[in-house]
Nanobody, 121 residues
């Protein structure tokens, strides 16, 4: 059974940082491209970032480019998203997912339960 478990979300002030983690199991993690997507309150799903099986290349939505960093540790079956210089508009539920299709889309095969990120002063 595929399992994706996100953690690391929380309440942070604008300009702050968080590190999200996603523990994967039930499938060959090192053979799957992965992505982070998010859903702001009252809005639809947004694509955030994408990473290839080996960790390169990586891609980012324009709204987070230069502030967020995606990475993975295939030895630990874990996906990460480093969030820096957070803005109020980054407030959302963040999900890790096994990618379906290429980068730039919200398409996925499996998705975790999500971790909430709230940016507020």
């Amino acid at each position: 059974e595929v399992q994706l478990v996100e953690s690391g979300g929380g309440l942070v002030q604008p300009g702050g940082s968080l590190t999200l983690s996603c523990a994967a199991s039930g499938f060959p993690f090192n053979m799957r491209n992965m992505k982070w997507v998010r859903q702001p309150p009252g809005k639809g799903l947004e694509w955030v970032s994408y990473i290839d099986t080996t960790g390169r290349p990586t891609y980012y939505a324009d709204s987070v480019k230069g502030r967020f960093t995606i990475s993975r540790d295939n030895s630990k079956n874990t996906l990460y998203l480093q969030l820096n210089n957070l803005k109020t508009e980054d407030t959302a539920m963040y999900y890790c997912a096994t990618s379906r299709g290429g980068w730039g889309t919200t398409d996925y095969n499996h998705r975790g339960q999500g971790t909430q990120v709230t940016v507020s002063s």
